[in-house]
């Protein structure tokens, strides 16, 4: 079956702008997560859904980040006013049940170019 | 503090020969650990995991993995590298607590396979 899919793979923007990224979970998958992996970092939390309860946003870096998730299924990160230093990778990635009971399934990823 | 250390970033092995890739962290809750592997341009998959039980590990493609808690260590382990083994490979470890947002990532190490 599908994995999980973000898109787009690669977004460049201007430093100001805002920007939306989607991750599309593998379909059942209660549980969703946000990461993010800068150059020579190792991934760090942003975000995680888990069915209906209130999201754990303690991972967001500032109040520019926010992310939805609508029906439980797609999710959308959204960075405003975007700056250089957030350029990184943000890696979405979907479990059946909660991350302590299930294998964590990985998108392949959407590159974040600030210029 | 660093949380968890991958120590070599960079790990070349012959055809063949031994693949060790270290992972040392730093926990006062007896952990969760977790070993990944990025190939070029997919998703982070999951190699295998620690969560109490057997201290060797035994994941995907012959990867195995010890946990020693008097060592704080959970190295990754193949006793015959292949060529198809070249990725990045990020060891994962729960820390403070076993909530999604406990998941902390190494910086990774890439295994090079001279052939």
């Known amino acids: 079956g599908a994995g999980v899919s973000q898109s787009p793979s690669n977004k460049v923007t201007e430093k100001g702008k805002d920007v939306e990224l989607r991750c599309d979970p593998i379909?059942?998958?209660?549980?969703l997560y946000w990461y993010r992996q800068s150059l020579g970092q190792g991934l760090e939390f942003l975000i995680y859904?888990?069915?209906?309860?209130?999201?754990?946003k303690s991972g967001l870096p500032s109040d520019r980040f926010s992310a939805e998730r609508t029906g439980g299924s797609v999710s959308t990160l959204t960075i405003q006013r975007t700056q250089q230093e957030d350029s990184a990778v943000y890696l979405c990635?979907?479990?059946?049940?909660?991350?302590?009971?299930?294998?964590?399934?990985f998108g392949a990823g959407t590159r974040l170019s600030v210029l | 503090a660093q949380s968890v250390t991958q120590l070599g970033s960079h790990v070349s092995v012959s055809e063949g020969a031994l693949v060790l890739l270290r992972c040392n962290y730093s926990?006062?809750?007896?952990?969760?650990l977790f070993w990944y592997v990025q190939y070029p341009n997919q998703g982070l998959q999951l190699l295998l995991k620690?969560?109490?039980?057997?201290?060797l590990v035994k994941g995907i493609n012959g990867f195995e993995a010890e946990f020693k808690k008097s060592e704080t260590s959970f190295h990754l382990t193949k006793p015959s590298a292949h060529m198809s083994d070249a990725a990045e490979y990020f060891c994962?470890?729960?820390?403070?607590?076993?909530?999604?947002?406990?998941?902390?990532f190494g910086t990774g190490t890439r295994l090079t396979v001279i052939p």
């Open positions: 990635a979907s479990s059946l049940a909660g991350w302590e009971m299930d294998i964590q399934y």
């Open positions: 379909s059942g998958h209660t549980a």
């Open positions: 859904f888990q069915g209906n309860s209130a999201p754990d």
């Open positions: 926990s006062s809750v007896p952990p969760y």
């Open positions: 620690y969560t109490s039980a057997a201290t």
């Open positions: 994962a470890v729960t820390i403070g607590g076993t909530g999604a947002n406990n998941l902390f």
